[in-house]
């Protein structure tokens, strides 16, 4: 038993001391070896986003959106309407992208 032992305890100690020495040198990567990819900004389209307009999400599709009101044959309507201007407004470094969306909420 003692032999078994003894012989497993080698081989264990035998294949640390391998993989310890036979560390590739090739197989390190730091991390200036990286690529850096650039961020690329994302391209923000006004007419095919969702807004927040008294409490409720408006999704926009190809600038428009029309939302059944209930019990009624009427919708609140959103349409954006444009005017779109693009500065940096806060300046906080990033473009901003202000325009007017125009809503009709039906009834008289």
């Keep these: 038993m003692k ?3 003894t012989i497993v305890a080698v081989l264990l100690v ?7 020495t036979n560390n590739n040198e090739a197989t390190k990567v730091e991390i200036s070896d990286i ?5 690329l900004p994302v391209a923000f ?6 807004y ?3 409490g409720k999400e ?5 600038g428009v959106s029309e939302i059944p009101v209930a019990d009624s044959a009427t919708k609140i309507v959103t349409r954006y309407f444009g005017n779109e201007v693009t500065h940096d407004l806060n300046d ?5 992208v202000a325009f007017l969306l125009t ?3 039906g009834g008289s």
């Design 103 to 105: 809503q009709e909420k």
């Design 14 to 20: 035998g294949a640390g001391v391998y993989f310890y």
């Design 3 to 5: 032999t078994i032992l």
């Design 35 to 39: 690529p850096i990819i650039p961020e």
């Design 52 to 54: 927040v307009i008294d």
């Design 58 to 62: 408006i999704k926009l599709a190809d």
């Design 45 to 50: 389209n006004a007419k095919n986003a969702t």
């Design 92 to 96: 906080d470094g990033l473009e901003d």
